[in-house]
């Protein structure tokens, strides 16, 4: 399979806690977006990699949010002393040279 | 203002039936249209992206885009259950990350 895969697929957590989403993009792929999906709405975007440079944030990544593409490959999503308020599907996607982003399944949230 | 705007539904419709879905857009910069299908529990899926204003067609599936009035459109011909589905529009920003309509919850009944 050469699509794009997340890990966890589902995550639950206690407030307070820390977490760490995965996603490995398709492999010639060097734009890595991440998302947010809450239920009845659609994807808001978090921030966005070019290769390993971190280029672009939303201002919905509060200071508990940090995400890393050491490797311009994988990245990974870290949110730091969770809140309920995070419970949501985060969603990683990746393009090439065109617009066309492609989605992982997600990582579905659950903070109690 | 949001930058697009799509009516959340969710629309019920029976098997057989063609099915329009529509967007309108608040910025006329915009030049690329997207269409995802979301199942329940998965991430999106891109169905159909177009550039320029007109139809589009792939399948029972058609994208058409009217710049002049900002509006964006999919049409579903010969509906099956198993287009039961949430339907999001999808526009380009200018970090290439994408604008997303809240999405259309879509039933076929067979």
């Keep these: 399979d050469t699509g794009v895969s997340q890990d966890p697929r589902h995550k639950i957590t206690k407030r307070g806690q820390n977490v760490t989403f995965r996603c490995d993009p398709i492999s ?8 947010r999906q809450t239920l009845g709405q659609g994807p808001e975007f978090l921030t966005y990699f070019q290769n390993e440079a971190q280029l672009e944030k939303s201002r919905l990544l509060s200071d508990r949010f940090s995400a890393e593409r050491p490797k311009g490959s ?8 969770t809140e309920q308020g995070d419970s949501a599907m985060y969603l ?3 393009n090439g040279i065109y617009n066309e982003q492609f989605f992982g399944p997600g990582t579905r949230l659950t903070v109690l | 203002q949001k930058e697009v705007e ?22 006329s910069a915009f030049q690329y249209f997207m269409w995802y299908r979301q199942y ?8 159909m992206y177009t550039y320029s204003s007109g139809n589009k ?14 509006y964006i459109s999919l049409f579903i011909r010969d509906s099956q259950p198993s287009d039961s589905a949430t339907y999001l ?22």
Excluded: M
């Design chain 1, 28 to 35: 010639e792929h060097n734009r890595l977006y991440w998302y």
């Design chain 1, 74 to 81: 994988f990245s990974t999503l870290e949110i730091q002393r």
């Design chain 1, 92 to 94: 990683c996607a990746s």
């Design chain 2, 6 to 27: 799509q009516d959340p539904g969710p629309l019920s419709v029976p098997e057989g039936a063609i099915v329009s879905l529509n967007c309108t857009y608040s910025n």
């Design chain 2, 40 to 47: 329940s529990r998965k991430g999106p899926e891109l169905l």
């Design chain 2, 57 to 70: 067609e792939d399948g029972r599936f058609t994208a058409q885009v009217d710049k002049s009035s900002k």
């Design chain 2, 89 to 110: 529009c999808a526009l380009p920003g200018g970090a290439n990350n994408l604008f997303f309509g809240t999405g259309t919850r879509l039933t076929v009944i067979p």
